[in-house]
């Protein structure tokens, strides 16, 4: 295989972005879907575990990004806890902008 144009990745076809491992084809390289590198720690998976499946819809579709400047549907990569509070982050499904979705806990 040749190396990609302008000096830019490796050799071998494969290029980082973020915390993903892409492939010039476009399909994630060495792993199956997102939810397989999904980063939660574990507190904040116990909570997120907690929470019903139709209150996580809610949750997902109401993220506000800065980008689009609208509250927008994201999709969930990592999820931790922040001063008492969830803090889901992920990506914009308009625009790929990240959002954080700050959820306080009781």
């Known amino acids: 295989m040749t190396p990609p144009k302008g000096g830019q990745g490796r050799?071998?076809?494969?290029?980082?972005a973020g915390r993903y491992i892409y492939s010039y084809a476009g399909e994630l390289a060495g792993v199956n879907t997102p939810e397989a590198v999904m980063a939660f720690t574990p507190a904040a998976q116990a909570i997120w575990d907690k929470v019903p499946e139709e209150t996580r819809a809610k949750l997902l579709d109401s993220g506000f990004c800065?980008?689009?400047?609208?509250?927008?549907?994201?999709?969930?990569?990592?999820?931790e806890l922040r001063n008492n509070e969830l803090a889901l982050i992920g990506k914009c499904g308009t625009c790929g902008a990240r959002v954080v979705r700050l959820i306080q806990l009781n």
Do not use: K, M, N, Q
Not at 11 to 16: E, N, Q, V
Not at 66 to 79: M, P, S
């Open 66 to 79: 800065t980008r689009c400047l609208a509250t927008r549907h994201f999709d969930l990569v990592e999820g």
């Open 11 to 16: 050799a071998d076809g494969i290029r980082r």
